[in-house]
C-alpha cells in the first residue's frame, strides 16, 4: 500500500472488464448493487447508501480502486463497505468465509478494469 492507493494489481492477468461488470451487478457475489447504483439501466434495484458508480473511473485511479476492494476500513474504519480480498482481522465473519476472502484476486482486477471504463 502506497497512501490511498495499492498500486500494483494482485495479479500478472489483466483484469477483464465484462468479467468485472458481471461480478459487479451479481446479486450471489459481488453484492456491490445492494448499496451502490450506477449506470445499469436493466437493473431494477439499485442501492443509495454508497456512492453511485457512475464515473468511477474518472474519480480514482485503479490503485485507488484497488484499495477500496481491498480493504476499504483503511480510509475509512468506519466504513459500511465490506472487505472484498482482506481476511485478517475482520469481526461478524460466518464460519464458512473465514479466511476466504469475498473476491479472489483475478475478480478484484476484473471489477477494477470495469469500474476504469465508467467515466461519464
Same mark, same amino acid.
Given at each position: 500500500?502506497?497512501?490511498?492507493?495499492?498500486?500494483?494489481?494482485?495479479?500478472?492477468?489483466?483484469?477483464?472488464?465484462? *468479467?468485472?461488470?458481471? @461480478?459487479?451487478?451479481?446479486?450471489?457475489?459481488?453484492?456491490?448493487?445492494?448499496?451502490?447504483?450506477?449506470?445499469?439501466?436493466?437493473?431494477?434495484?439499485?442501492?443509495?447508501?454508497?456512492?453511485?458508480?457512475?464515473?468511477?473511473?474518472? *474519480?480514482?485511479?485503479?490503485?485507488?480502486?484497488?484499495?477500496?476492494?481491498?480493504?476499504?476500513?483503511?480510509?475509512?474504519?468506519?466504513?459500511?463497505?465490506?472487505?472484498?480480498?482482506?481476511?485478517?482481522?475482520?469481526? *461478524?465473519?460466518?464460519?464458512?468465509?473465514?479466511?476466504?476472502? @469475498?473476491?479472489?484476486?483475478?475478480?478484484?482486477?476484473?471489477? @477494477?478494469?470495469?469500474?476504469?471504463?465508467?467515466?461519464?
Amino acid at each position: 500500500m502506497a497512501g490511498d492507493e495499492i498500486p500494483a494489481p494482485l495479479t500478472s492477468t489483466p483484469g477483464d472488464a465484462a *468479467r468485472g461488470r458481471a @461480478i459487479v451487478v451479481q446479486r450471489q457475489q459481488g453484492l456491490c448493487l445492494l448499496c451502490h447504483s450506477g449506470p445499469f439501466p436493466e437493473e431494477r434495484f439499485q442501492g443509495s447508501l454508497a456512492p453511485s458508480l457512475e464515473g468511477a473511473g474518472s *474519480r480514482w485511479t485503479a490503485g485507488q480502486l484497488r484499495l477500496r476492494l481491498v480493504d476499504g476500513q483503511r480510509l475509512n474504519p468506519a466504513t459500511i463497505m465490506p472487505s472484498y480480498y482482506r481476511v485478517e482481522g475482520l469481526e *461478524r465473519v460466518g464460519n464458512g468465509f473465514k479466511s476466504r476472502p @469475498i473476491l479472489e484476486a483475478q475478480q478484484i482486477e476484473d471489477v @477494477i478494469a470495469f469500474l476504469q471504463t465508467l467515466r461519464n
